[in-house]
């Protein structure tokens, strides 16, 4: 079977869905925020400050590049992957692109509990709030271009797993 990729964003669940699926599916799990951190030896976040977006995008480009060259891999990417056309076209032809979402007050709640997003590292909750829903409605047509899209507000990570495996066995013939 394809790589099962998991795009959506912050805090919608694709680390925690991503490892119960790779788990389920007998598959390694790819954080690819991880991947870079791990790789290039500095948080997103550190990264973000010491050489911007802009450089930031420029190393998940090249993560993307290198994970979807793998096989029977669960990929968790971060929220802004399908930003680069050039990302989503490549997960898109590595495997099957499940989109995550969650409602505005959900992700405030969930990511309100790390401040490792450098983009939602603001104080005021009506600014973060602000930002979400600037950044949601920027990137609402490239989420939907998945497979299958999957709202996680009110789901726990393993009833989204379920969720992806009952349409892989319909839409795709899997045996999972």
Known sequence: MKNIILIGFMGTGKTSTGRLLASRLGYSFIDTDHKIEVDHKITIKAMFAKYGEAYFRKKEAETIQKVAKYR????????GTVLNPANLQILQESGIVISLTAEIDVILDRTGRKSSRPLLALEDATQRREMIVNLLDSRKDLYQQANLSIDTSNLSPLQVVEQILLFLRKEVGAHV
Do not use: A, E
């Not at 029977?72 to 929220?79: A, D, E, L, P, Q």
């Open 72 to 79: 029977n891999v669960v990929i968790s990417t971060g929220g």
